[in-house]
C-alpha cells in the first residue's frame, strides 16, 4: 500500500488561504487594465499637498 497516497490532500505551498479583495483579475482589478500616467501623477501631486497643508498646520 502506498501511505504518502492516504489521507487529505495537501494544500499548495505559497498559496493564499482566501481571496484578496483586489486580486489580479477581479472586478476591481481587472487584467491589464493600467491606469494612466497622468492621472497617478495628479494624484501623487494631490496627496503631496495634502501631506504638506497639514505638516504647515502642525507647526
Keep these: 500500500?502506498?501511505?504518502?497516497?492516504?489521507?487529505?490532500p495537501k494544500a499548495g505551498k505559497g498559496t493564499p488561504k482566501h481571496r484578496e479583495?483586489?486580486?489580479?483579475?477581479s472586478q476591481?482589478?481587472?487584467f491589464g487594465a493600467?491606469?494612466?500616467k497622468d492621472e497617478l501623477i495628479?494624484?501623487?501631486k494631490?496627496?503631496?499637498e495634502a501631506?504638506?497643508?497639514k505638516a504647515k498646520d502642525q507647526d
Design 1 to 8: 500500500m502506498d501511505y504518502g497516497k492516504s489521507g487529505n
Design 34 to 36: 493600467t491606469p494612466a
Design 21 to 25: 479583495h483586489n486580486q489580479k483579475g
Design 28 to 30: 476591481k482589478n481587472p
Design 46 to 48: 494631490a496627496a503631496a
Design 42 to 44: 495628479a494624484r501623487m
Design 51 to 53: 501631506r504638506a497643508e
